[in-house]
């Protein structure tokens, strides 16, 4: 035994002072399922036991809630906007201690570099960062990636930081899996010989196909929208991950599945949540606010963000209040509106906490963009019917939608009343001038363009518009700023965000990105677009989520898995 933990026992012992005392606290227990009235102490950032010890530091918690802390199991740190330190400033404040991150977005752009950019950039941070290692860079061969990691990347990455990287991130080429794929299954093996938690993302699959993708090795899934799917998914094993981000709205819908009996199988968890929601909604203390309103007993809804994770990604000592487990936890106003007093992050006041950025070199500019000119972006006539990507409210799920297309001298064209927007994907990372080009209804748009380089999962350059000259300069805003979001309209360039660090964040304080993203928000919506038309955007580009979706190399049939072209016949 260390001379650390020796000392521990004795001071658990209560043979010498803790650090601290929460007094007179109703304690909400995962592990026992109670809530109940007691004093916990701490002492070297670790919960030394329940009882009234003596301590150079006494809370006297008057009765509030003592809660753990909260666990994010599966976000992409990246589609926040910012960087890991400021993200870590803005969730711990809302009561989130840890998080288990797949880095893919990064890993898309800068492949192996930008994984372990990640992992220098949250190491030492008072929020606990854990990652898994992107199972699909490429998502897709439908797609143009700056980068690839194969099967021996995978492993040796794991290899590498054995206590950072928890497993492999969800593998969304479930056909891949279904149909024995080498490369596929050789990633899934390389987690599983090591004893790795192995992550699904199965949207819609059902069946002898969900079957077989089980057996093959992921344990969770974070894609399911309707009840139906969840409750298939959860019969067969898999640990439900109930999600609400800031696009993708499926907790509600997901609810009324959930009871004392089975909550232990399921997590909430966020996914994508940018800098504005977690300035002004939350983190995961949004969603457990969000399970309590729709009906979940508050004790399962904070089992949900806290011991099941925990125990789902093998987090020993993480995610309850009991003794040797890290001291993160919050003291609650109020257990049903969820309302946070404190946060403390292994014994500390949050106030006293450094979240000052790793000083660790930044990533050049990643964005290589070929030649544009307004001709780039026409689209020849080849029919009379288009096939046209349809947004559903709420969803990363889209509809395929044949339309008769508007022509004009020779050319297919936007059509503001319709509620149809010219869509492009154009390769950012090789200069390479490839183009797909589409349509999508439903973004709102009447005039002008948006662009940026956030696009799921491969982050080309994704640009919808109401003609050809505003989209080019949209375009050649994000080009020049090294990666960003711009809106733009009548030639004139209405408002930016650059996004220098691979095209994905922003390397200014959380606020000064909230505030610019929310004027590119209040400008998109002066030109009709959509509440958070960027978010919606950059989920348009992504050929894993059904059904139908556009990449550099054209329109995409998620459904037959395969490209397809724009026109009917």
Sequence with gaps: MSDVNECLVGRARGRAEADLLFRNVRLVNVLSGEIHAVDVAVADGVFLGFGDYPAKKIIDGAGRYLVPGL?????????????????ARLAAAHGTVAVVADPHEIANVMGVPGVEFMLAASAGLPLSFFFMVPSCVPATTMETSGAALDAAAVAALLQKYPDRLLGLAEVMNFPGVVNREPETMAKIV???????????????????????????????????????????????????????GSREHN????????????SSNCSLVSDDRHVI??????????????????????????????INPARYFGLKGRGAIAPGYRADCLLLDDLESFTIAQVFLAGKPFSEADFAAPQIPLPGNTVSVAKLSEASFKIAVQGTEIKVIGLIPGQLVTEKIILPARIDAGYARADAQRDIAKLAVVERHHGSGRIGLGFVQGLGLTRGALAGTVAHDSHNLII???????????????KDMGGGLAVVSDGRILGRLPLPVAGLMSVEKAETTAAALAALQTHAAGLGALNDPFMILSFLALPVIPSLKLSDLGLVDVDEFSLTNLWLN
């Design 464 to 478: 919808a518009g109401m003609n050809d000259a505003d989209m080019l300069l949209a375009a050649q805003v994000v």
């Design 71 to 87: 666990i994010d199991g599966h976000i992409h740190i990246e589609s926040s906007q910012i960087l890991p330190a400021e993200f």
């Design 251 to 262: 907790l509600e819908d997901l609810l009324p599945l959930i009871n004392c009996y089975n």
């Design 277 to 306: 929601d977690l300035l002004h909604k939350g983190h995961v203390d949004y969603s457990i606010r969000k399970a309590i309103a729709g009906g979940i007993a508050p004790l399962n809804a904070v089992q949900m963000a806290t």
């Design 190 to 244: 390389a987690a599983r010989v090591l004893g790795k938690v192995v992550d699904g993302h199965a949207p819609r699959l059902s069946g002898f196909d969900l079957n077989a993708y089980i057996i093959a090795g992921p344990g969770s899934d974070h894609e399911a929208t309707s009840l139906d799917e969840a409750r298939e998914k959860l019969r067969s094993g898999m640990h439900l991950m109930l999600r609400e």
